[in-house]
């Protein structure tokens, strides 16, 4: 089973960056699909990044042009650079690899305004 180990989250105020990095045990090359997703109090888990082996990515429309999906396969983990934070993205952040249904235990990243 693959294990997945988020970190890097924390508590910023609006307009400022954070990175979470997802570290995977066993082999990242073999999974094709990663994503984070984000759970806000009161709401849903919804998709906001995913990435493929070939770099392919799609992003949640609110976050598009300030977070950033990447992956380093020789050093298995998964990155998201979230710049530009609002109050709206506090949330804790699931690290996710649904092809093989393995989901990280979960980062709070919490936005003051």
């Known amino acids: 089973q693959v294990q997945l180990v988020e970190s890097g989250g924390g508590l910023v105020q609006a307009g400022g960056s954070l990175r979470l990095s997802c570290a995977v045990s066993?082999?990242?090359?073999?999974?094709?699909?990663m994503g984070w997703y984000r759970q806000a109090p009161g709401k849903q888990r919804d998709m906001v990044a995913v990435i493929t082996n070939s770099g392919s990515t799609n992003y949640k429309e609110s976050v598009k042009g300030r977070f950033t999906i990447s992956r380093d396969n020789a050093k298995n983990t998964m990155y998201l650079q979230m710049n530009s934070l609002r109050p709206e993205d506090t949330a804790v952040y699931y690290c996710v690899a649904p092809t093989v249904g393995s989901w990280g235990q979960g980062t709070q990243v919490t936005v003051s305004s």
């Open positions: 066993g082999s990242i090359f073999s999974i094709n699909v």
